[in-house]
């Protein structure tokens, strides 16, 4: 009889976790869920409450981790991502990426588990080079608002290495570009909620800046693909997960209103500190060593967001 899978998710409640969640039990793994609801939600997991093998554990990361029995793969992926976090919670942010990188990773050594860090392309900050590469070292300002995010993930990253190289515990890290889809909190502050929670309620669109700056967006299936991917995989340094295509942010704006129907017009306000004007990954590691790229067109992920968002409360 095959040996079945048990995997942690920490932040398993949240956007991500949630979908990477589902994913794995699909793929037949016992999963226990971790996440303290402070960004999470019991509703992104509802489906899978009654699941054999699915557990739900309301514990904070940044405290001793306690999980009995066998573990074989723990995903690290705890962490308030928003902008709009940024300022709300900054601290809990630099204590799940410190603190709590250290607790998930010394539960993976005292199991023999793989680890898997979901890191971010905050860690390459504004960058000056395009699009960017893993080897790119990045240009982020330690003591603006954004610091607390992107230096708490790339001290992640800094102490997942260690634990690697010193401890030889089994890592990966999966650096994320900007992902969207169903589950997204309505106050999330980021590009795609904004835009078709504005678009839904016949509002002026909030466009930073001249809407000319430039994101490359995914679908969120693409990314638990990719990430899913690397922890099955061999390689051990980090791979960016993206979308390579790039939209400029009026273009994004444009295609929630089309999609949804919406009337709204768009609005111009100031960019805010810090703001990226170019995030594009090189995926070239990741179609080599994952044979991994992503495969849903932004109008079709989007339709199925804006449906997602429109058919919240009904």
């Known amino acids: 009889m095959a040996h079945k899978k048990r995997a942690l998710v920490t932040g398993g409640a949240g956007f991500l976790g ?4 589902k994913r794995l039990v699909a793929e037949g793994y016992d999963v226990i869920c971790m996440d303290n609801l402070r960004t999470g939600s019991l509703a992104n997991i509802a489906s899978l409450r009654d699941e054999p093998g699915f557990e739900y ?9 306690r999980v009995a029995g066998n573990l074989d793969e723990i995903y690290h992926f705890a962490s308030p991502a928003s902008p709009a976090d940024f300022e709300r ?10 603190i709590g990188t250290y607790n998930s990773l010394g539960l993976a050594l005292a199991k ?16 000056l080079v395009h699009p960017q590469k893993e080897e790119y070292w990045g240009n982020v300002n330690p003591i603006g608002v954004r610091g607390v995010y992107d230096e708490a993930k790339r001290y992640a990253e800094s102490m997942t290495m260690a634990y690697h190289r010193h401890h030889h515990v089994d890592t990966r890290i999966v650096r994320i570009f900007n992902s969207y889809g169903p589950f997204m909190r309505h106050d999330d502050g980021r590009m795609i909620p904004n835009f078709i929670g504005q678009a839904l309620a016949g509002k002026p ?22 990430a899913y991917r690397l922890m099955q995989s061999g ?7 993206g979308n390579p295509v790039e939209y400029s942010v009026r273009e994004v704006a444009e295609l929630i209103i089309g999609i949804s129907g919406s009337e709204s017009e768009m609005v111009e306000k100031p960019l805010p500190t810090d703001d990226p004007k170019q ?9 080599e060593v994952l044979g991994w790229e992503p495969e849903v067109p932004a109008k079709k992920g989007l339709e199925e967001t804006v449906a997602w968002f429109a058919g919240r409360g009904k």
Request: glycine share 10%; aromatic share 6%; charged share 20%.
């Open 18 to 21: 949630s979908h990477l969640c």
């Open 279 to 287: 995030r594009c990954p090189d995926i070239s590691r990741a179609k």
């Open 205 to 226: 669109l909030t466009v930073y800046g001249d809407g000319s700056q430039t994101r490359s967006v995914q679908y969120v299936g693409d990314l638990i693909e990719g």
């Open 112 to 127: 023999g588990a793989r680890f898997l860090l979901a890191s971010t392309s905050e860690v390459y900050g504004d960058p």
């Open 57 to 65: 554990v309301d514990h904070d990361v940044t405290t001793y981790i």
């Open 89 to 98: 919670i900054p601290i809990p942010i630099l204590k799940v990426g410190a």
């Open 235 to 241: 390689e051990t340094r980090p791979v960016n997960v």
